[in-house]
């Protein structure tokens, strides 16, 4: 299974997937996109291409005070663009022009351009994931993203839901962040991201290397 490209990158297999499983992947996604994958320890078989393995940790709500923000601005498909130019400026994971359907987006702006944001991405039963939580350069320092989310995070109580999000290992400073709102360690994970074959090139590959999680 996996979303559609232009909502977001991810994709899901069997925990041990087969030849046929890489096979329909490959067909799902089709040639030079990207796909990414959650939670592995697998490597997958030639002639697939590892772009990059980026090891996380997944933290999960310990007691965030949830503070909805009048000031915040509620996005929506027609923000797609300058969020788009946000996430190029800012880098803060796989976003692409309809990812804002998957949830609440809030941002703030100054002189009508956007500078912060937050939003929701995944949402697995009876959770829901912080994600696309950024600040341009220039204005950080501000308190923009803890005041996006705890505006978030209000956002899916009120649903009887809990929040979740995912960091990467060396980005401290998010870590801390978070853990300061209220945030505590539920797992490491790694996020594989990988190339599906060239077309014409059989897809069903070699066995996978299991690897260290």
């Known amino acids: 299974m996996r979303y559609p490209a232009d909502l977001c990158p991810f994709a899901a297999l069997p925990d041990r997937p087969g030849a046929s499983d890489w096979a329909d992947l490959a067909e799902l996604a089709g040639p030079g996109s990207l796909v990414v994958l959650a939670a592995v320890d697998f490597e997958p078989p030639e002639p697939w291409t590892t772009v990059a393995r980026i090891p996380s940790v997944q933290m999960v ?53 956007l500078i912060a944001m937050a939003g929701e991405r995944l949402a697995p039963p009876g959770w829901t994931e912080v994600s696309a939580v950024c600040t341009d350069p220039a204005f950080r320092g501000q308190g923009l993203a803890a005041r996006l989310v705890r505006a978030v995070v209000a956002e899916i109580r009120q649903r009887g839901r809990s929040a979740f999000l995912h960091v990467e290992t060396g980005n ?10 209220g945030f505590r360690l539920r797992r490491h994970t790694t996020f594989l991201v990988i190339r ?14 299991v690897v260290d999680p």
Request: charged letters at 25%.
């Open 61 to 113: 709500d310990g007691g965030v005070a949830p503070v909805p923000d009048e000031q915040a601005e509620r996005l929506g498909p027609a923000d797609a663009q300058d969020m788009l130019s946000l996430v190029e400026r800012t880098k803060p994971g796989p976003f692409a022009i309809r990812t804002v359907e998957l949830g609440i987006y809030l941002g703030f702006r100054r002189n009508g351009e």
């Open 172 to 181: 401290t400073a998010a870590i801390r962040l978070y853990e300061s709102l």
């Open 196 to 209: 599906p074959p060239p077309l014409g090139v059989d897809a069903e590959g070699a066995e996978l290397a």
